[in-house]
């Protein structure tokens, strides 16, 4: 009997922990929003050389898809040409729509520019640097491991640094959900209920 009950409170309890294993990408099909300027002008023939860029596009950060290696850093993403107008930061805001709990980070930006991932806790913004790797065209930053779990509801990306043009093609962010009250309740009883029951056994 005391096998089956440790092994159930151990079932119950992971059901409260956020895992890797069971991480999904929550920001998949997120809301986006932009604060700030952007998608000014620039030459049609490309910067600093190779085709004229499309249309930036918004929801290209949260489609799941990852672009080649290389790809033009205007081509299928959202891009823009200045990281601050006015002393402003220019974000780009991810609306999970609701409280995830968040490990680690995917992002595919432009190679020679810094961008910064933020999320909202209790009303204020933590930030946490995904970094700068040297070249031109699209890649994928190694992934972000956080030093613990993060729970937020929004995440917002921001330019710090690089050329003065800059571009995301894709934002992943590996989590899961935060059980909601009842459910919590819910898995409390199992709990309660377990231990009375092994109670009552001895």
């Not at 119950?12 to 300027?37: D, I, K, P």
């Not at 290209?60 to 290696?69: H, I, K, N, R, T």
């Not at 968040?102 to 810094?114: E, G, L, P, T, W």
């Amino acid at each position: 009997m005391n096998k089956i009950f440790v092994a159930s409170v151990m079932l119950l309890v992971s059901l409260l922990m956020t895992s890797n294993a069971f991480a999904v990408n929550v920001a998949l099909n997120a809301a986006v929003s932009l604060e700030g300027t952007f998608f000014a002008a620039r030459p049609a023939t490309g910067w600093p050389s190779g085709s004229a860029g499309s249309q930036a596009l918004i929801d290209s950060v949260v489609d799941g898809v990852f672009l080649p290696e290389g790809t033009q850093w205007d081509q299928n993403t959202l891009w823009w040409d200045e990281g601050f107008q006015d002393g402003v930061a220019n974000r780009v805001l991810l609306d999970l729509g609701a409280e995830y709990f968040i490990s680690s980070f995917h992002v595919q930006a432009d190679n020679n520019d810094v961008y910064q991932i933020s999320y909202l806790d209790s009303g204020s913004a933590a930030w946490v640097n995904v970094g700068a790797v040297a070249g031109w065209g699209m890649m994928t930053r190694p992934e972000l491991f956080l030093p613990s779990t993060i729970q937020t509801s929004m995440l917002a990306i921001t330019a710090v640094a690089g050329d003065g043009y800059y571009s995301l093609s894709e934002v992943q962010a590996e989590g899961a959900a935060v059980p909601e009250p009842a459910t919590m309740v819910l898995i409390g009883t199992g709990l309660a209920g377990l231990a009375g029951l092994k109670r009552k056994k001895a």
